[in-house]
Structures are given as structure tokens and as C-alpha cells.
């Protein structure tokens, strides 16, 4: 174990090579827009691969990966009258903004003029570098209601763990796109850990449901487990043509693009009803399609990252009322690394859980 001294306990990477291990280091002393939460449990997220490998070149290690926290409140600054000890609270991809932009004004303070400070690897309001979730507790700036979430306490702190990224990038351009209105038609490109959500909330909205993925052996749970309508090979050229035939050619009025790897894009444009929009959350080398697939049936493809405060309250909100729940595999944290090489390749259904407070010791 790390023998440097330090008032938390967390599991760092050292290195490009992402390996995590026992580290201690110092949070900072409660301020007084402060407030301190005890880790119960922290999501794995494909962003902890991403900066524990230093894919991006800005690793600044050691990193404390984790962006996806779960936990109790143990502490609250003076001027914090919005949490009280004992609260479950989550906290989500960034800790900090300017507060004062148009974005932070109207709540999408992920898009903040001077740059959201991130969970971890970011550089925080005091110059330090933040420390992510796979740590014993983390200490939040919650002024103005920003974030912190409350996470009803009749919903399990695990489950939430994974709303705080993977579900809130699916819900955010949902919301903003209008399909949370019953009888529109959805299709969900990818079916992992934010393309479930997405089937999730379809389902919750009351909208048709259509799975794309390239992989049959996603058929049985997309229909059974996530009660999707229908299920598509979508690399079965034959068989996305089918679909087209049985269903109209422009059969979809959304679509949401999940899918993490390089993919072609025309023969999902195709499926869009006239006006209908793709987005895509994922982050694929590039995007080539043909003029043809925009400017016939005047569709649109968009963009979209993780969602401001007030949607992300709603979310979970959301799915504490509709008992909608991700589905995860809770682990404890002397298994994270083996969890970010099987998120790598891909053999999770469909969330990874750490349960920081029965293994962090």
C-alpha cells in the first residue's frame, strides 16, 4: 500500500499503463459552500479508462479515476442549507463551473463559457488537480444548488451510481429533443452501458423502442430483460432492409447513437422519418455520410455530452418515480482493474458498481 500520508483513501494510477492501486492523499477542509460525502458506491465509466491511460495526453497523475459517485453527506459548510447530514447525495462528471455564463444561468452548466472543472483529472477552483469516486469520501463546492444531487432515499445509492454519467448523457438529449412524449418511435444504436439506459427511459416515456446493435447475442436481453419492441442486426445489410420494407423507410423519429466504435452512418440516416434528428453520444474517429442522408426528408444530426444540474435532478427523480434502475455489476475495488480491461473489451451488462464502502479499506 501507498505510505504517503493523506486524509483519504483512494486507488490511483501512476502511469500510462492505467494500473490502480492504493493511494492516500488530502482532500481539502470543509469550506463554507462545502460539502463532504462519504463514498458508499462509484460507477465505472469508459472516461476512467480514457485519463488512466492517458489516451488524451493530459493525465495528470496520479489519477484517482471516477465520475460516477454515490454517497452519504457527513458534513455541510455554514452557508449550505440545502443538504443535512445523512442525505444521499450523488455527484457527476464535473464539481465546478463558473456559475455566471449564459450555459451556468439557464442550467447547462456542462457547457460553461470557462470550462467545467471534471470530477477528476481537472484542475479544480484552488489549483489542485481533483480526485475522482474510487476513494473513501470527496468533498463538493454545492453554492447555488449546483453540484450535488439528492437521491431519494428509497432509491438504492448503487443503482444511482451509474445515472450520474451513463444516464443522464442519454436523458439530457432526450429531454432537449422532445422524446419523452408517448407514441414517437425511438432507436437505440449500441446497447451497452448508456444505450440500455436509453431503452430504459424510451420505455419509460412510453415510446416505441427499436435496438440496432451488431450483435445477436444483445437480442434476447434488448427483448426480454429491457423489453425493447424490436431488435435489428444492423451490420445484416439484408436485414436492416427488411426492417425498412416491414416498417416504412422512415420509420424512426429519433435515433441515439451509442455506439463507441466506428460505424457507418447513411444506413441508420435512412430510417429517420422526415424532419427526424440523430444524436450521437458516442465518440467514433468520424462521421461520413452522404449530403443525400441530411437534405432528403430535411433530417439532422447532432451531438450531445453528459447535461446540465436541473436535468440531471430530474433524471433521478425520474427514476426513483418509474423504479427505473440500471443494470450493474457491483464489484469491489480490488477488482477495478480487471473491470476496465473487461470494459475495454466490452463483456459488462451492462454497468460496472464498485461498492467503495465494503471494500475501500
Not at 153 to 162: E, F, V
Not at 301 to 320: D, L, R, Y
Amino acid at each position: 500500500m501507498n505510505t504517503e500520508e493523506g486524509n483519504c483513501l483512494g486507488w490511483a494510477a501512476r502511469d500510462p499503463t492505467g494500473v490502480l492501486s492504493p493511494y492516500k492523499f488530502n482532500r481539502r477542509v470543509v469550506g463554507a459552500d462545502d460539502v463532504s460525502i462519504k463514498i458508499t458506491h462509484c460507477g465505472v465509466c469508459y472516461a476512467d479508462v480514457v485519463r488512466t491511460k492517458n489516451k488524451y495526453g493530459d493525465s495528470r497523475y496520479p489519477v484517482v479515476p471516477g465520475h460516477e459517485i454515490a454517497g452519504i453527506v457527513t458534513e455541510v459548510g455554514p452557508n449550505n442549507h440545502r443538504f443535512k447530514v445523512g442525505d444521499h447525495v450523488g455527484v457527476g462528471t464535473y464539481v465546478s463551473t463558473c456559475r455566471n455564463c449564459e450555459y451556468c444561468d439557464d442550467g447547462f452548466e456542462n457547457h460553461c463559457s470557462e470550462g467545467s472543472v471534471y470530477t477528476f483529472n481537472g484542475v479544480d477552483v484552488d489549483g489542485t488537480i481533483t480526485k475522482g469516486g474510487y476513494s473513501s469520501y470527496i468533498v463538493v463546492h454545492e453554492r447555488q444548488k449546483r453540484y450535488c444531487y439528492k437521491i431519494p432515499d428509497n432509491y438504492p445509492l448503487a443503482s444511482a451510481a451509474p445515472l450520474l454519467c451513463a444516464g443522464i448523457t442519454v436523458y439530457s438529449p432526450m429531454i432537449r429533443h422532445k422524446m419523452n412524449q408517448p407514441g414517437k418511435s425511438l432507436g437505440v444504436i449500441g446497447l451497452g452501458g448508456l444505450g440500455h439506459m436509453a431503452v430504459k427511459f424510451g420505455k419509460a416515456f412510453g415510446l416505441n423502442v427499436t435496438v440496432l446493435s451488431t450483435s445477436m447475442s444483445k437480442k434476447e436481453e434488448a427483448l426480454s430483460l429491457l423489453k425493447a419492441d424490436k431488435f435489428v442486426i444492423s451490420s445484416d445489410e439484408q436485414r436492416m432492409k427488411a426492417f425498412s420494407l416491414q416498417h416504412g423507410a422512415k420509420s424512426l423519429d429519433f435515433i441515439i447513437d451509442c455506439a463507441a466504435g466506428d460505424h457507418q452512418f447513411d444506413p441508420y440516416m435512412s430510417l429517420l422519418k422526415t424532419n427526424g434528428t440523430l444524436v450521437l453520444v458516442g465518440f467514433p474517429s468520424e462521421i461520413k455520410l452522404s449530403p443525400v442522408s441530411l437534405n432528403i426528408g430535411s433530417k439532422t444530426i447532432a451531438g450531445s455530452v453528459t447535461g446540465g444540474t436541473k436535468n440531471t435532478q430530474e433524471m433521478i427523480n425520474f427514476c426513483a418515480e418509474h423504479k427505473i434502475h440500471p443494470e450493474i455489476e457491483v464489484i469491489p475495488i480490488q477488482y477495478a482493474n480487471e473491470a476496465l480491461e473487461r470494459l475495454i473489451n466490452r463483456d459488462v451488462k451492462y454497468r460496472f458498481v464498485i461498492d467503495i464502502e465494503g471494500s475501500l479499506k
